[in-house]
């Protein structure tokens, strides 16, 4: 067979989320209150998150149940497929087995929907009236509006104003789910505002969304706010992906000696690789994990591993993560939703304790990669997938150097259907690789606040 499917009965959907924390060799740095540099507690947090959400954050459960209105809406498009690439494997003319897990097939076109759903599902029974949250490429504010849709929910999405120009379909999207979209920086908030009054023609950044955002949380008692990816919570949600791959891989009679995932906040990252590297902390993989991000915002890559504000007007708490500053404003790359100044906090701790590796990849080659696939394949990836499209494709004529075999696996995780004007714009010549702003970086790090 051309293309294989490896897929599971609607009712192996997990039951339960994969939580690390318990699993790690060494505990994550607390995250601290910015005023007082203690640890924070619940009560931080309340005005910002409902309570069952704040547990998870800190859970130290290994496994934590999904609740059935959840799984009930999960059954709309999971499990997702595992495909095994053929096709590809016979382009590259490469011994390497590839699968890929493919996200793309939710009804929001991406991986982001697995925590939408379950977000809006614990606000609404905690009370909550409306959603706030910030979105790069559209894909997160895209899934939080159907899953605001599905509960009840009011949503209010800062869309950072780079993709919100580039993007009208993403927004329409959006907009067709009832979301109210404004492009970041707006005039809407104080820190909108401040940043028109110093740059009026500011590309935004998701810092910035996320600062307007968390803004009109805290100013408004029935708004909470939401975040597609970084925390840990949202990370967990995710494990979906990588739990029903292991057994997916079981019926392909398989294992991977490669996990590769795009890495923008981490979620969906984390979400294809938690659970391999909990098995991997076990000894029973052994696994290379690479993370692969964008050479324009390279946080892994090129960041300092220390603490940093999650916005740009630091209203959030500090976490411990691989950060290029908060005040760091990437090019306008048309992988929106890879272009945020740090790591989430876990992603960058498995980092540090050498359970990954992580690469950077430049916009043509990502693109490239992408149009490579989807020649062979028949599904257009999304902007922020091709940067891991383009780590199997390394891998995949590595392994024809060698002559060695070796299965690789990857997170597609979303089509690249709103994308089309980036791919236009590749095919015309139009786009160009970004150079490591060095010296803008540096200005972003000088002003990392004086913590260890």
């Known amino acids: 067979m051309e293309h294989i499917q490896f897929n599971l009965a609607q009712d192996r959907i997990p039951h339960t989320w994969y939580n690390i924390l318990p699993d790690l060799p060494r505990p994550l740095s607390p995250t601290l209150h910015p005023a007082t540099l203690n640890p924070i507690g ?17 859970s130290m459960d290994r496994e934590i149940e999904i609740p059935g209105e959840v799984r009930q809406i999960y059954a709309q498009w999971r499990p997702s497929p595992l495909f095994r690439a053929r096709r590809l494997e016979r382009a590259l003319d490469t011994p390497a087995r590839i699968f890929y897990k493919y996200e793309g097939v939710s009804p929001a076109g991406s991986h982001k929907l697995n925590t939408a759903v379950a977000q809006a599902y614990y606000n609404k029974r905690e009370g909550t009236k409306r959603l706030a949250t910030e979105t790069g490429a559209g894909q997160w504010g895209s899934a939080l509006a159907m899953a605001c849709r599905f509960f009840g929910l009011k949503c209010k999405v800062y869309m950072v104003r780079v993709s919100y120009d580039q993007k009208p379909y993403r927004r329409g999207m959006m907009e067709t789910f009832g979301a109210t979209v404004s492009a970041s920086p707006s005039d809407e908030t104080d820190a909108g505002r401040a940043i028109l009054e110093r740059t009026p023609q500011s590309p935004g950044s998701l810092g910035i969304a996320i600062s307007e955002a968390v803004e009109v ?19 967990l949600h995710q494990t979906v992906v990588g739990l029903e791959a292991i ?15 795009c890495t923008g906040g981490g979620s969906n990252f984390a979400g294809l690789v938690l659970p391999y590297l909990g098995r991997k902390i076990k000894g029973r993989s052994r696994a290379k994990v690479v993370a692969v991000e964008p050479a324009a915002c390279p946080s892994l890559t090129k960041g300092k591993f220390t603490y940093d504000f999650g916005d740009t007007a630091r209203l959030t708490p500090l976490a411990k993560m691989h950060t290029l500053g908060s005040t760091f404003v990437p090019p306008g790359i048309h992988a929106g939703g890879l272009r945020y100044h740090g790591m989430a906090p876990l992603i960058s701790h498995v980092l540090n304790l050498g359970l ?9 080659e990502a693109f490239a990669a992408g149009v490579q696939f989807a020649r062979a394949e028949g599904i257009v990836p999304a902007p922020e997938a ?5 780590e199997v494709i390394r ?9 060695k075999q070796r299965t690789i696996l990857f997170n597609l995780s979303g089509h690249g259907h709103f994308d089309m004007q980036a791919y236009i714009d590749y095919e015309s010549g139009k ?3 970004y150079d490591y702003p060095a010296a803008e970086i540096a200005m972003a790090l000088a002003g990392l606040p004086a913590i260890g």
Do not use: C, W
């Open 42 to 58: 619940p009560g931080d947090l309340a005005a910002l998150f409902p309570h069952n959400l704040i547990q998870q954050e800190v």
């Open 217 to 235: 949380a805290a100013k408004d008692p029935e708004t909470k706010y939401a975040l597609g990816s970084v925390l840990n919570h949202v990370l």
């Open 247 to 261: 057994e997916q891989m079981a019926l392909a009679d398989d294992e991977p000696d490669v996990i590769i995932g």
């Open 356 to 364: 990954i590796e992580a690469r950077s990849v430049q916009q043509l």
């Open 386 to 390: 091709n940067h891991a499209i383009a």
């Open 395 to 403: 891998e995949a004529l590595l392994a024809r150097e060698e002559g």
């Open 431 to 433: 786009l160009q690789n």
